[in-house]
């Protein structure tokens, strides 16, 4: 299930010779986003449970409109909130708004933000590291991450393990990813994507369609928007975090804990800064 929404998570980059150009991305509209994730529970009790455990305050990296975020507001956790798209910002702030809440917000890239203090943990949820689509953009975010978290602090994000099925997939070929009804109107809205891979550079370019149906079943807006990511290996990832000089880290498989064995399994990693 987690495979079929992470092309909508990622940094923009050339388009498929397919698609017809377009600049958006799909975290230009924050409304239109959370049709399909406002209420998507990939990894929420895991963050949660995380946060609220943690020695001193979290930083949600990639916080979108708040899936993670405004649940950890809601239990009492003094979290802040990082995110490229202002858009998704300004959907997290309405909406913390009317929950009575007012977060800390900062509109800065991944792979190489600075802020003014340190934190007992550091959460990337929703396959966000795969947003840095070169070397030095994951070693950027690794290292930013390490020098923002205080002496001991833990950094835990989640990605996928790049299986046949995944990056051998077909290429160029228009794929249905999921149907939902729009929250206000009740009526279909549908989501297709449009993959090709540079399985040298390890990358995978996704032409996104999203589309409103009526009542009757026809189109009457469709909304494109380009993505891409880069995949990453369990032996890259732990040269990563190595470089980047983290004291320790485990990779596993499920949210659950149990180690990382097989092709179609996840990638949890937990990173610590030394005490």
């Keep these: 299930m987690a495979e079929q929404f992470l092309a909508l998570r990622m940094k923009t980059t050339t388009l498929p010779q ?59 956790v003094e979290v802040e909130g990082l995110d490229l798209f202002p858009a998704m910002l300004a959907r997290l702030r309405n909406k913390a708004s009317r929950s009575v809440f007012n977060p800390q917000l900062h509109q800065v890239n991944m792979s190489g933000f600075r802020l003014p203090r340190r934190y007992g943990l550091i959460m990337i949820p929703f396959n966000a590291f795969v947003h840095n689509l070169t070397t030095e953009d994951q070693l950027g975010c690794l290292q930013a991450c390490r020098e923002h978290l205080e002496p001991g602090g833990l950094l835990a994000f989640d990605t996928y393990f790049p299986g046949p099925a995944w990056i051998g997939a077909p290429s160029a070929k228009r794929e249905f990813e999921v ?8 009526l279909p809205v549908r989501m297709w994507d449009t993959r090709t891979f540079d399985r040298v550079k390890q990358l995978q370019h996704s032409y996104v369609e999203i589309e409103l149906l ?38 596993l498989g499920d949210f659950g804990g149990r180690p990382l064995e097989h092709e179609t399994d996840a990638m949890i990693v937990q990173a610590w800064t030394a005490q």
């Excluded at 469709?222 to 000089?245: D, Q």
């Design 18 to 76: 397919c698609s017809p150009a377009v600049e958006a991305t799909p975290f230009d509209d924050g409304a239109l986003y959370d049709i399909f994730f406002e209420n998507f529970d990939l990894g929420l009790d895991f963050y949660l449970g995380l946060a609220r455990a943690a020695r001193g305050p979290v930083l949600d990296v990639a916080c979108g409109t708040g899936r993670i975020m405004l649940p950890c507001l809601k239990a009492g």
């Design 179 to 186: 149907e939902v009804k729009h929250p206000e109107t009740g």
């Design 214 to 251: 009526d009542g009757a079943g026809h189109i009457t807006a469709t909304h494109p928007s380009k993505t891409s990511v880069r995949w990453i290996y369990k032996a890259e990832m732990e040269l990563l975090l190595r470089v980047a000089g983290f004291a320790r880290w485990q990779i």
